[in-house]
């Protein structure tokens, strides 16, 4: 069994399957949860096998702190499993084999030779660390321009293009979103015309269904360079463009992406020639491991013998470049005091949580397994790694999250607090836990049920906030659409309707208003809004915000939903959230008609898609497994067969895994007294 645990996806304990192995392919913090599940209910020493990819990612902040929890918990819990970590960027190798116990294997095998360069005004220097300057000319670029070309674009990258497309493909990686549409506009100006007759066909059909995608709406610059065989790709297209745009590059229907670094990790998309825009992301300069993972999607294997990187430069930032291809790789280093130390506390009390461990003694034995511990002069300053955990469990103590049975420093029974438990299980940040208890706690005492406004208010996420800026103009337009029951909870949250009405009409504000409040009740509009059956293009445009950033924003507040709620369940005072929100949970997750939510969990299917087959009858898993592609085909406009085939393919495996699931949960209810396991 092959089972996806990213988004809403995944259950806690996974389903134990007797005559199946499982597969787990999971994202960071669900395989942190799925590992605790399973040390919770001692099924830890059923995983064989853990396999990181992208291990250099134990030095990314918050997101490597996580990783770097789930791995010292499997060595320490369950020394038979094997892991293997990956990685093409790793500079302190040594450190991590001392963390994980490891072996080292490295190959600079590559299934296709790279060759780097980068481009200084219209020279073109190959990189060779052989030289005292680690380059050598190469060639000059040979593009007649126009006057006007060179104005609009001075940095030659139509001539790089030009060199390979359309029968070879390209990466762009710009600096921001906003350049990537920018750049993929220009080019498309100054193309030859004979780019709009290359598998002109398959280009339309694209078109239509990223139209499809967008229930109806079509992206204005998708529309104008996609019949070239271009497109952007970033953060602010929501996944199904992402998926379709990715889908129709690898098929070569696109020759050319402009896109953002965030490309270059974890998606499998290669090119003949990678194009460097510039050496920063963002207003930041470029780290070697960066601009590694981004030159090493240059090379196709099976179709091209050479692979192709070009880095452009201007003489400002000549010297750091040629330190750039000739550094080192950066040093990875623990995560777990990033933040004010919320990874190690966040660590000590699901240690705690999971009987794992139940003294500061103990919990210092566990730590001496982590990375942290390998790298304890460098990262601890100044203070020992006893001394943290002395420090860190006070903190929990002083938070309520854990007690101590008596006052012996190192030989005390911690226990995690009712309050310690509801936010170990829900996954909480230990930032928000004591904020998010107060909130549930308030809005018991006048909780709106006549709409989802209140509910969607109190789930959503707290670190979304810092992303986001209101408009005043739309958050008064968008406040007075409120009935006046609603627009009362507001109030009583602390954002009365003069106060956005003074901000709207400009005006300064002396009473004191908590501003993530404020902010938060505005993306609780925005999310109440999608709610209401309005489609996430016209809420984009409501509220000005990319269907990226909306899409996001949904997601993260379906995924804080279900944390919320276990959060709930473990509390016996907010009983009466736990079906509410398991409700909100599922309508957040899927945002449509809730008779739709059964064909929405089929690949292939989209919310424009889940309509059409619903009008047509395929109202259930069953219908739709049993159905002919072929006459899917017929029945839906822009439906070819290879996509019929995998809907109905995607529906057949999906209710074989529902009904296997019931059958092993019909075998646990009848399981003789004998076949028990013994404890």
């Not at 020759?255 to 920063?280: D, E, F, H, K, W």
């Not at 030989?411 to 928000?432: D, E, P, V």
Request: glycine letters at 6%; a neutral charge.
């Amino acid at each position: 069994m092959v089972e996806e645990y990213a988004g809403s996806k995944g259950k806690f304990p996974p389903v134990k399957r007797r005559a199946k192995n499982s597969l787990y392919i999971t994202t960071i913090e669900k395989g942190h949860s799925l590992v605790n599940s399973l040390i919770e209910t001692h099924r830890l020493d059923n995983i064989g096998l853990v396999v990181v990819d992208e291990l250099h990612m134990l030095g990314d902040g918050s997101r490597g702190a996580v990783l770097e929890m789930t791995l010292a918990k499997v060595k320490y819990v369950c020394k038979g499993t094997q892991i293997i970590g990956m990685s093409a960027t790793l500079g302190n190798v040594g450190d991590l084999q001392k963390f994980l116990s490891a072996e080292n294997y490295t190959n600079d095998f590559r299934p296709v030779q790279l060759k780097e360069y980068v481009k200084l005004r219209d020279s073109i220097y190959e990189v060779n660390p052989k030289e005292e300057d680690g380059l050598t000319f190469s060639r000059l670029l040979s593009f007649k321009y126009s006057s006007a070309m060179q104005k609009v674009d001075p940095d030659h990258i139509i001539a790089l293009v030009a060199e390979v497309i359309p029968q070879k493909s390209c990466l762009i990686f710009c600096a921001t979103k906003k350049n990537c549409e920018n750049v993929a506009g220009m080019i498309c100006k100054y193309l030859n015309k004979d780019f709009l007759k290359h598998r002109e066909p398959e280009k339309a059909a694209l078109l239509a269904e990223l139209k499809d995608s967008g229930s109806g709406c079509l992206c204005p610059v998708l529309q104008k360079t996609v019949p070239y065989g271009l497109a952007y790709h970033h953060s602010g297209l929501t996944s199904d463009e992402r998926k379709l745009v990715e889908e129709a590059y690898s098929s070569g229907v696109l020759c050319l992406l402009t896109c953002t670094s965030t490309l270059a990790a974890g998606i499998n998309l290669p090119a003949c020639r990678v194009i460097l825009r510039s050496p920063y992301v963002g207003a930041d300069f470029l780290k070697r491991s960066q601009y590694k993972q981004m030159v090493g999607r240059a090379g196709r294997a099976g179709l091209d013998s050479v692979g192709e990187s070009i880095l452009i430069l201007q003489d400002k930032d000549k010297d750091k470049v040629k330190n750039l291809v000739s550094a080192p790789m950066e040093t990875c280093y623990s995560n777990l005091l990033h933040d004010g130390n919320r990874g190690l506390l966040s660590l000590i009390l699901s240690l705690i949580g999971l009987n794992v461990t139940q003294t500061v003694e103990q919990v210092l034995g566990f730590m001496s397994g982590t990375l942290l511990s390998v790298q304890e002069v460098q990262v601890c300053q100044q203070k020992t790694l006893k001394e943290l955990i002395q420090e860190s469990t006070e903190i929990l103590k002083q938070k309520g999250l854990i007690e101590a049975s008596s006052y012996v420093p190192d030989n005390a029974i911690l226990q995690i607090t009712r309050l310690g438990r509801a936010t170990f299980k829900g996954s909480i940040h230990l930032s928000y836990c004591d904020v998010l208890y107060k909130d549930l706690s308030k809005g018991l005492e006048g909780l709106l049920l006549n709409s989802f406004m209140h509910l969607v208010y109190l789930v959503t996420p707290y670190d979304m906030v810092s992303l986001c800026k209101p408009d005043w103009m739309i958050y008064f337009r968008e406040f007075t659409k409120l009935s006046a029951a609603e627009q009362k909870i507001a109030a009583a949250l602390g954002v009365p309707e003069s106060f956005v009405a003074r901000k709207a009409a400009g005006q300064s504000v002396r009473k004191c208003v908590d501003a993530v409040v404020v902010t938060r009740l505005y993306l609780a509009l925005v999310l109440y809004s999608l709610l209401r059956e309005t489609t996430l293009w016209n809420i984009s445009d409501r509220f000005q915000l990319t269907r990226g950033f909306v899409q996001a924003l949904l997601s993260s507040a379906s995924a804080f939903c279900s944390c919320v709620l276990h959060f709930t369940e473990e509390l016996e005072e907010f009983w009466a959230f736990k079906a509410l929100l398991t409700e909100l949970t599922r309508r957040l997750t899927y945002c449509v008609q809730a008779e739709l939510i059964p064909l929405m969990e089929v690949a292939g299917v989209m919310e424009f898609r889940a309509k059409q087959l619903y009008n047509a009858g395929y109202k259930t898993l069953a219908h739709l497994a049993n159905a002919d592609p072929n006459v899917l085909v017929n029945s839906m406009e822009n439906l070819y067969k290879k996509q019929a085939n995998q809907i109905v393919s995607s529906a057949k495996m999906l209710l074989q895994e529902k009904a296997e699931t019931l059958q092993q949960e019909v075998d646990d209810l009848l399981m003789l007294p004998n076949d028990l396991p013994s404890v």
